[in-house]
């Protein structure tokens, strides 16, 4: 599949933090989506995969992303420029809404490396196993799947506190008519009211899903790393004594939250979410 002018980096798109269950080996990158495992990988302007069509990776990659367009409307200053010429390509996937949502619920106070070991300790106990290349891979389970099973089944795969939010929204999605895809018609903000109904999901998950995996390209999810950087580059924007107390302390309350969010989303428009994760890389690549 030829790019041609489509502005794309496959391994920055796959490294910089938004999915936990694709792995590396040699050149190809190995990923589970659905019920299907496939391969793929990038040279120059050039992707390679196999197992997959093309409709497909276009979809799941984002490709059809006005990548120029949205660089334009949210190139608003010269921080912001800077990470998106370093990480340019760096593109939001579309994530199935369910696997995003559990993977986010696991994801709190957690490592990258640590969250994509529960991820796969919970597909390899009950997900579907499959084979690629003469190696072992795992779906991620279904709703029916993990709300049919106990705490300390999950809590055996290293959720700890988070084994009753997974298995009590895990029940929600297969017992009740709650219905994720629903929200991608829904208003930003009357989503992530449906989403706050679902144990284990406060305001950052909520935004994480929401741009992840449900189309809202203005979310603004807001963790450390997001913190650190709106502290850093856009301290002007807000009263000293905000931005004094959140530099003197590692968490922040829904009202702090809430005001970042905000605005993140006033200020960089309809395509916030896309200045975060580029803010968000750009920062954690800085330590």
């Known amino acids: 599949m030829k790019l041609d002018a489509v502005p794309f980096n496959l391994d920055i798109t796959l490294c910089c933090g938004q999915v936990f269950k694709w792995d590396k080996k040699g050149d190809w990158w190995y ?13 120059n302007m050039e992707l390679e995969f196999a197992n997959i069509d093309e409709k497909f990776i276009t979809r799941y990659f984002g490709l059809d992303h006005d990548l120029r367009k949205i660089r334009d409307r949210i190139g608003r200053d010269e921080n912001i420029k800077t990470a998106l010429r370093e990480f340019w390509g760096l593109r939001i996937i579309r994530q199935d809404p369910w696997e995003c949502l559990i993977s986010y619920i696991c994801a709190t106070y957690k490592s990258i490396a640590a969250i994509k070991q529960m991820l796969l300790r ?13 190696c072992d891979f795992y779906t991620f389970p279904t ?16 959720l700890g506190y988070r084994a009753k939010c997974v298995l009590e929204t ?5 017992e009740s008519d709650f219905d994720l895809e629903s929200l991608r018609k829904m208003h930003y903000q009357q989503a992530k009211k449906e989403l706050f109904s679902l144990s284990g999901v406060g305001l950052k998950v909520a935004d994480c899903i929401l741009l992840f ?13 997001v913190k650190r950087a709106m502290l850093k580059y856009y301290a002007g924007h807000f009263p000293n004594a905000f931005v004094k107390k959140l530099s003197s302390q590692e968490s ?26 580029y803010l968000y890389h750009y920062e954690r690549m800085q330590r």
């Not at 990923?31 to 990038?42: H, L, N, P």
């Not at 709703?143 to 290293?158: D, F, I, N, Q, Y």
């Not at 995996?213 to 979310?219: E, I, P, Q, R, V």
């Not at 939250?257 to 916030?272: C, P, S």
Request: hydrophobic share 35%; charged share 30%.
């Open 31 to 43: 990923g589970v989506v659905g019920d299907r495992v496939f391969k793929i990988r990038q040279t």
């Open 122 to 134: 919970l597909s390899k106990k009950f997900g579907e196993k499959m084979t690629l290349d003469g």
């Open 143 to 158: 709703p029916e799947k993990l709300a049919k099973t106990t705490e300390s089944g999950l809590a055996a795969c290293g």
């Open 170 to 174: 895990s029940k929600k999605i297969y």
């Open 213 to 225: 995996s449900l189309g809202k390209l203005d979310a603004f999810p807001v963790d450390v790393w």
């Open 252 to 277: 922040l309350s829904n009202s702090e939250y809430e005001r970042l969010n905000e605005f993140g989303r006033n200020y960089f428009g309809e395509y916030a979410g896309y200045a975060q994760e």
